[in-house]
């Protein structure tokens, strides 16, 4: 098979290149080794920065996102006996979209259907050849046949485990990293949000979070240690654990109910650096993690896809070559702030293990200064909705 662009990974940064790079006339395969479904099953980010928004609508699939999305103004941060809502379309004149990952990646798996695109699900040992070449390839197994796409330029978009990052060369790659001494606890439950916004809390037991995929599907999470047993934590444990430690009214009109998903997920910061290696570009959770609390991941994905795609365009539509070069250091840029507003929302909301009352003392400074102070809330603001694509 011959193709300009070949993807490798079928989630949100796969899917999302393969229909604008479609949309630009410019041809790409996609090959996701696991099946639809599973991608689908995978439950992870819930909040979309405008930037994000944007982009769906450019590809031409939003209409689903626009109907049922929630747009959120802003949300609320506890602490102690204190509440105080974040005014994010004061400060910033914008909002936040709350619609699940799950579903947009559905809406982008049904354009990319709808217009015939090749996307391989259950292509099994995606691998990397002649990346030094004019012609780079990918080989994979399906139906115990071994298949090839030779690419002009291959995109790698499979996520912190997939193969692309170590395709770079160790004399050219760098990585960065810090790994959080706990986990999050997430349950999906058919039950009304607690409130209509999100509520952040910092607890002396451990952070929670109250957020939702609609009016009547909640999300919740709690703090736990990270190597917590799953089969240790049934629905009642987890509720009365995130009763405890949500703010008095909220713990007594929480609706609980079975949970239909419940997972941990490790919390990381980590970005790899160049992300571009001649022929091979790495996008999205390929190239960087950060911890979810600041609920960035999904939505820098986006902003990689932006330029990426822009790049790829500029190209094929004009031979440029400029915004190839430019690649890494401009998505790097966005990366490194996001990536330090996302380790500060988890320092300061999240109780360390080693954390002695110094610590403990900083993180309640931190608390009161920004929920008392209008150009704190400010700053945090334009971090939470996303900084431009620029
Ligand atoms: P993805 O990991 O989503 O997709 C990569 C795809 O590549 C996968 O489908 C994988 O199967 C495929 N792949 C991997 N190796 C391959 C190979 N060798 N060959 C072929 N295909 C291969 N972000 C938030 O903003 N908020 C959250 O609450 C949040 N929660 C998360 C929870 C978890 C458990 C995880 C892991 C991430 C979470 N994230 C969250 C971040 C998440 O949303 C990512 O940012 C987002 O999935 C990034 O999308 P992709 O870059 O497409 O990577
Ligand atoms: C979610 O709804 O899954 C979610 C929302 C906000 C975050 C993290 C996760 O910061």
């Known amino acids: 098979m011959r193709t300009q662009v070949g993807i490798i990974g079928a989630g949100p940064s796969g899917l999302l290149l393969s229909q ?3 949309l630009q006339g410019i041809d790409s395969v996609v090959l996701e080794r696991r099946s639809a479904d599973y991608v689908l099953g995978r439950i992870r980010a819930g909040v979309l920065e405008q930037g994000m928004v944007d982009m769906l609508r450019a590809a031409g699939c939003s209409e689903r996102m626009d109907r049922e999305g929630l747009v959120h103004d802003g949300f609320e941060i506890c602490f102690g006996e204190n509440r105080q809502r974040i005014d994010l379309k004061k400060h910033t004149g914008t ?17 990319r259907e709808a217009a015939g695109a090749a996307v391989v699900y259950e292509a099994e040992d995606v691998q990397i050849l002649d990346l030094d070449t004019d012609t780079p390839r990918l080989i994979y197994q399906k139906d115990g046949t071994e298949h090839e796409v030779v690419c002009d330029y291959i995109a790698g978009c499979d996520g912190f485990h997939g193969i692309s990052r170590r395709a770079m060369p160790e004399s050219v790659l760098k990585e960065h990293e810090r790994v959080y001494p706990f986990g999050w606890l997430g349950i999906l439950s058919e039950t009304k949000p607690v409130a ?3 509520i952040y809390v910092n607890h002396w037991r451990g952070f929670a979070l109250c957020s939702m995929r609609s009016m009547t599907r909640s999300r919740y999470y709690i703090q736990c240690a990270f190597d917590e047993n799953l089969e240790e934590w049934t629905d009642d444990r987890f509720w009365d654990e995130l009763r405890v430690r949500l703010p008095g009214e909220a713990a007594e009109s929480i609706e609980m109910g ?27 959770d390929a190239a960087h993690i950060v911890p979810p609390t600041g ?3 999904l939505n820098l994905a986006a902003s990689d896809i932006y330029f990426l795609s822009n790049a790829l365009t500029g190209f094929y539509a004009d031979g440029r070559t400029d915004l190839m070069d430019s690649y890494s250091e401009k998505c790097l840029n966005r990366i490194w702030k996001a ?5 500060w929302m988890t320092t300061v909301l999240h109780r360390f293990p080693e954390q002695n009352s110094f610590d403990r003392g900083i993180q309640l400074a931190e608390l009161e200064y920004l929920t008392t102070s209008e150009p704190a ?3 945090f603001a334009e971090n939470y909705v996303g900084l431009p694509f620029e």
Not at 100 to 110: I, N, P
Not at 258 to 284: C, D, Q, T
Not at 339 to 343: C, G, L, V
């Open 258 to 284: 079975p949970s239909i998903e419940k997972s941990i997920a490790p919390l990381r910061s980590f970005v790899a650096e160049p992300m571009r290696h001649g022929r091979l570009f790495l996008a999205g």
């Open 95 to 111: 909002s936040v979209m709350v619609y699940g990952q799950t579903e947009l990646t559905k809406d982008l798996m049904d354009a």
């Open 377 to 379: 809330q400010a700053s």
């Open 20 to 22: 604008l790079l479609h």
């Open 196 to 198: 209509d916004e999100l």
């Open 295 to 297: 609920a960035k991941g």
């Open 339 to 343: 990536e330090r507003f996302s380790w």
